[in-house]
């Protein structure tokens, strides 16, 4: 206990960006705090009441005065807001090109793999200096995804995957936590992130890693659950290809359009029901719901993902949270 | 400057020596029977202090199994099963059990309808069912301890609470359930006195500060509860007979449920700090001499207060995966409902400018009360930047940063107006150094117990953890040290008011020589409080005369 340190590792490149605006709230909140300390503390020594029968005179109130200790805070306020907001953006939105990584939540483990193949449990290898977007989800609870030395967190919610990234720029071993409460061993769902260099990170991989890659084990599962069946490359209009529809705009039968991310890959399969694409109303496409794991499911979409070419997926790598926003505007027109 | 240059004002010297009126409200009738049946506002007052005290006890009893069990950083001294039932007893009985109630049933039930010069609130009857209907909920929560308690927190998150935890999580919903009916059958018995009861003369602009932060509070006590309510019925129907709206596995929304939940319990956190502004309002004009300053931007404050705090819920759920957008708009709502209460510590601190501060119990708990709540307030802004709450969002940052606002702040506002008012209440008074030196004892306690937990929270301890990493435990040791020190504190009130039930010399009417309707009645006041129905025909606060406008 006697080695405590006061203050996070930094050990991504949000890290200092978040470092920064932690300290300007903490130089104003400083400012504000010292301020009215100081203030109570002067006038309660300074009127101090010497004179039992002493009454002060009253004072008039100064809309001038009530005006500007308002609108100074509010401004204030708003500096922090656009500054958080623009931090926010940028955690929440992964860079193109980035590495993908997996993580499944489970009371109480975190189970994590590699695109390559290679699984995890409570651990996560990552390189030094790339950027990483995980995709995310549980097979029960809520839980959330938090490393304290990346300054980034983000809760994994069941029956959808959740996005963050990171690009770790120190080496070394970093705590992994579940922050979302999720029962009894919450505080046991903790494991650790370990960023290594590229060299010794593929070497790593190398010889840990056995068998196929999550996509082979995706097409595998995508034969084996029939969906090769109907989703062929001659499919002759019984149902969509899933050639380079990943990332792009679907047009769905309401006339809306959507991105297919993970989400919507992942709800095709589960409640194909729920968004039919356009001209495909007359066909039905069975769910999957309770068939397959949420294991078995990333494998399916990192597969249908590679039926998209690379440098197409670039070409739309929209935010998943601007994803919506198609969507809408095709709604609002109705 | 020195005070002499300041004009002044002599009051001629006070009237009568302290009397104790032979009839009051306290022994008009007697047997428990006139107790537990009473519609006499003040009596109800009583019987709340009663029921929400050994709450209290309940909560603090939970809260020194967690500060124990965090001492060392192996979950050692409970299981962490026992471990998550502590924190969430302490949290259910804390919040929906003590802090929702603590002010408008007790000071609140009491002073509303003094403070409009009526003789009772509009609902004498409703008055009392209420306090049965916390009754209720209380049987509920005593029988959740009973039967091994419940480990969902006090937030009762789905899926885990609906489909996957174990315990008694049933019996904790109708407690809270019920407990949040006594708080809207309140919050209406308010609004209607505020509304209808005013006595002649008292108009809008008349009424002291804490009525209009009465009001405000009753108003999401009635537009909000109801909707928590439901939330927490919807939650039980899918625990029990498997209706689908929060589980995926049901076909329902985790995250809808998180909405729902805020959609009240961020206004309930203005149930719980709005009556504490209002009471340091009064507070600050007795001990000061001083009508307060900024009289209607304080009273507005509070109803801005309360309406905009209905559109901020979605600050609880930045990291939840809602959208980028929704995060924004509700991150800026969350600062624009900080502004109010920046105005209001402003204008208290105008107030004591040039005033005569008196440093007597009451008083150094305001003083303690602006210290953590500027401290809470700060920090919470840390929590509305979108870019910080990523990292701080459940970590031990925001256990400190609501423990100050909702513990803090609300817990000293409220024993600085029990002490206010406990002469007028009980009509004794209560020695007034072992008063100070409580406030001074809770005010370095609370302090040692949370600010650590700041520094935890930014190093990424997450909260709710029953074992932690070895490098958390030194500021962990001061937390539980400080927490110490906080029950001391806590328990020293209980002593000397005890005390003075029995020993303390009579208050009379006005021990302060504070100005205000309750003040010109007898201590303890007679079952109708006023004989003759006032006429109010001057400012609140006019300690000066035609000061002010
Ligand atoms: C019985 C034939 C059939 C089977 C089997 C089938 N699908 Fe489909 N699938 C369809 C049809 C028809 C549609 C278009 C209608 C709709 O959107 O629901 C579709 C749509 C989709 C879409 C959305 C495509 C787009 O362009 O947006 C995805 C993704 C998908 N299927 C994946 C799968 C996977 C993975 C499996 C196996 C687990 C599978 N399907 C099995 C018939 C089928
Ligand atoms: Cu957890
Ligand atoms: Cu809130």
Not at chain 2, 501 to 524: Q, Y
């Amino acid at each position: 206990m006697w080695n405590f340190p006061l203050f996070p590792d930094a050990a991504s490149s949000m890290a200092g960006q978040v470092d920064a605006l932690y300290f300007f709230l903490v130089a104003v909140s400083l400012f504000f705090t010292v301020l009215i300390f100081a203030g109570c503390g002067y006038f309660a020594i300074k009127f101090k009441r010497v004179d039992e029968n002493f009454i002060p005179a009253g004072q008039k109130d100064n809309m001038v005065l009530e005006v500007v200790w308002s609108v100074i805070p509010f401004f204030i306020t708003l500096v922090m807001f656009a500054w958080g907001a623009v931090i926010f953006f940028r955690v929440y939105t992964p860079p193109e090109g980035a590495m993908e990584m997996y993580a499944v939540g489970k009371q109480w483990m975190w189970k994590t793999q590699h695109p390559e193949g290679h699984r995890e449990i409570n651990e996560l290898h990552v390189p030094v200096g790339r950027d990483i977007k995980m995709t995310m989800t549980t097979e029960d609870v809520i839980h959330s995804f938090f490393i304290p030395a990346f300054r980034v967190k983000k809760d994994v919610v069941p029956g959808k995957y959740t996005t963050m990234w990171f690009k770790p720029t120190k080496v070394g071993k970093y705590h992994l936590f579940c922050a979302e409460y999720c029962g009894n061993q919450h505080s046991g769902m903790i494991g650790s992130v370990h960023v290594m260099e590229p060299a010794d990170y593929e070497a790593w991989l190398a010889g840990v890693n056995r068998g196929e890659t999550m996509a082979q084990a995706g097409e595998r599962l995508f034969t084996r659950l029939g969906c090769a069946s109907c989703h062929q490359e001659d499919n002759k209009g019984r149902c969509p290809t899933l050639k380079d529809i990943y990332s792009k705009p679907v047009p769905l039968q309401n006339g809306q359009r959507v991105i297919a991310d993970e989400s919507y890959l992942r709800e095709s399969i589960l409640k194909p029901q729920a968004k039919i694409v356009a001209g495909y109303q007359n066909q039905e496409m069975p769910t999957f719901q309770g068939q397959v794991s949420e294991d078995g499911l990333l494998q399916i979409v990192a597969y249908i993902k590679t039926l998209t070419k690379p440098d197409a997926v670039a070409a739309v790598a929209a935010p998943a949270a601007a994803a919506p926003k198609p969507a809408t505007k095709g709604g609002n027109k109705k | 400057m020195s005070a002499t240059a300041i004009p002044r004002v002599h009051t001629p010297p006070p009237p009568d020596p302290p009397v104790r009126p032979a009839k009051h409200y306290i022994n008009a009738t007697s047997g428990l029977a006139s107790w537990l049946l009473t519609v006499d506002h003040k009596r109800i007052t009583i019987l709340y202090l009663i029921s929400i005290t050994i709450f209290f006890a309940i909560g603090g009893f939970f809260a020194m199994l967690v500060r124990l069990e965090l001492i060392t950083p192996q979950g050692d001294l409970m299981t962490a099963e026992t471990y998550n039932r502590s924190f969430s007893m302490h949290g259910i009985a804390m919040v929906f059990f003590f802090l929702i109630p603590s002010i408008p049933a007790t000071l609140g039930n009491f002073l509303v309808p003094i403070m409009c010069g009526a003789r009772d609130l509009a609902f004498p009857k409703i008055n009392l069912l209420s306090w049965y209907c916390f009754i209720v909920g209380a049987v509920f929560a005593l029988a959740t301890a009973f039967m091994g308690g419940v480990d969902t927190g006090w937030t009762f998150y789905t899926p885990y609470s609906s489909t996957y935890a174990n315990g008694a999580v049933l019996t904790a919903i109708l407690g809270a359930f019920f407990a949040g009916f006594s708080s809207i059958l309140t919050g209406l018995n308010f609004i209607v006195t505020i509304h209808k009861m005013r006595a002649p003369g008292l108009t809008w602009f008349r009424m002291p500060l804490f009525l209009w932060a009465m009001y405000a509070t009753s108003i999401i006590q009635i537009l909000g509860t109801p909707v928590v309510a439901i939330t927490l019925i919807l939650v039980g129907l899918e625990r029990g007979l498997g209706f689908g709206f929060f589980d995926p596995k049901l076909g329902g929304d985790p995250i809808l449920m998180q909405h729902l939940f805020w959609f009240y319990s961020h206004p309930a956190v203005y149930v719980m700090i709005l009556p504490p502004l209002g009471v340091m309002s009064e507070l600050t004009a007795a001990f000061c001499r001083r009508r307060v300053y900024g009289y209607h931007f304080v009273a507005l404050s509070s109803v801005a207060i309360a309406v905009i705090s209905f559109i901020v819920w979605g600050h609880h759920l930045f990291t939840s995966g809602q959208s980028v957008y929704a995060g924004m708009v509700f991150s800026v709502l969350t600062f624009l409902v900080g502004i109010p209460s920046a105005i209001k510590v402003f204008n208290w601190m105008a107030t004591m400018f040039k005033a005569s501060i008196s440093f007597e119990a009451p008083m150094i708990y305001a003083f303690g009360f602006i210290g953590l709540f500027t401290i809470g307030g700060v920090t919470g802004l840390f929590l509305a930047t979108l870019g910080l709450d990523i990292h701080m969002h459940d970590t031990y940052f925001v256990v400190a940063h609501f423990h100050y606002i909702m513990v803090g702040s609300a817990i000293f506002s409220y024993m600085g107006g029990l002490h206010y008012w406990w002469p007028k209440i009980t009509g004794k008074l209560y020695n007034d150094t072992l008063g100070c030196i409580s406030a001074v004892l809770i005010f370095l306690g609370f302090n040692a117990t949370f600010f650590p937990q700041f520094i935890l929270g930014y190093m990424g301890m997450p909260r709710r953890y029953h074992a932690y990493p070895a490098e958390f435990q030194f500021l962990n040791i001061c937390s539980s040290l400080g927490a110490t020190l906080l029950a001391v504190g806590y328990v020293l009130p209980a002593i000397y008011f005890t005390w003075s039930l029995f020993k303390g010399k009579d208050a009379g009417p006005n021990p302060f020589k504070a100005k205000g309707l309750e003040w010109e009645i007898p201590s303890p006041p007679p079952t109708e409080n006023f004989t003759k129905v006032p006429v109010v025909n001057s400012e609140p606060y006019d300690y000066a005369p035609g000061a002010g406008h």
